[in-house]
């Protein structure tokens, strides 16, 4: 199974993942029931979560029914105990739409969804985040993850977001962080895919965040709030819902 998911993670175009993958993975979860680790986004209960990842796959890190990986559970727990995301009237842009979350927040009463992306056949809006078609404070909440590392200008495409949020409303922003450097490499020399993949993690991936990415949220004009929320759960919290134990939240908000 990690070699499969592999494979098809490193040659599958994203857009066809997102159409089909879930229709085969909601087939082999009824193979997977038990009570060992749980969704909170679908609420189902596994014997364990699939592997994921496109060089080395994790173990325990996708869950076959919502498609939710580690960080989606974190987030979702986060918007429950940290925020008024699912009881108050937000206007909520969704950047780069995750399929784990899309019809939850489209089916949440308190919640006006429109979701935006490049290139996802799953978006409501075809947009560049460099340039959001969209009026300033426009919206409540922005959602927009794992974007930030492909983007040529990732101070733009965040002060874009904080543009188009209204005053007193707020962001989350996460992207792969490397926890054991100080600052963000970005080199624009380096462009071979088997590079950048061996630098920043990923072949499309344009840099790598350090420990600096909050200073960086901030130059986009965000106040920013280093949560390290998860790493206040008791263990067996973050054992069951199979989430990353060192993941800081960046909670972005427009003063």
């Not at 995301?85 to 979350?101: G, M, N, S, Y």
């Not at 489209?106 to 935006?116: E, Q, V």
Request: proline share 6%; hydrophobic share 35%; glycine share 4%.
């Amino acid at each position: 199974m990690k070699k499969l998911i592999s494979f098809m993670l490193r040659n599958v175009p994203r857009r066809y993942l997102q159409y089909f993958s879930h229709y085969g993975l909601r087939f082999i979860s009824i193979f997977m029931r038990g009570n060992n680790v749980e969704c909170p986004v679908c609420e189902i209960s596994y014997r364990k979560f699939l592997p994921y990842g496109r060089l080395n796959p994790r173990p325990n890190a996708l869950c076959p029914d919502s498609l939710s990986l580690e960080r989606h559970r974190l987030m979702w727990l986060y918007l429950k105990d940290r925020t008024d995301f699912f009881t108050a009237d937000k206007r909520l842009l969704h950047i780069a739409p995750e399929l784990c979350f899309i019809k939850k927040f489209k089916n949440m009463p308190n919640i006006d969804y429109t979701s935006a992306d490049l290139e996802s056949p799953l978006a409501d809006v075809k947009m560049d985040v460099h340039a959001i078609p969209f009026d300033e404070n426009t919206f409540d909440v922005v959602f927009c993850n794992h974007v930030m590392e492909h983007v040529e200008n990732d101070i733009k495409a965040m002060s874009e977001i904080h543009r188009v949020l209204k005053p007193g409303g707020w962001a989350i922003i996460q992207s792969p962080q490397d926890y054991s450097r100080e600052e963000t490499l970005e080199d624009p020399t380096i462009t071979d895919p088997k590079e950048r993949e061996r630098v920043y993690w990923q072949d499309d991936h344009v840099r790598l965040f350090g420990l600096d990415y909050g200073k960086r949220l901030e130059k986009a004009g965000f106040n920013v709030t280093e949560d390290k929320y998860v790493m206040e759960l008791a263990e067996d919290v973050v054992q069951r819902y199979a989430l990353p134990k060192n993941e800081i939240i960046y909670f972005c908000a427009k003063g």
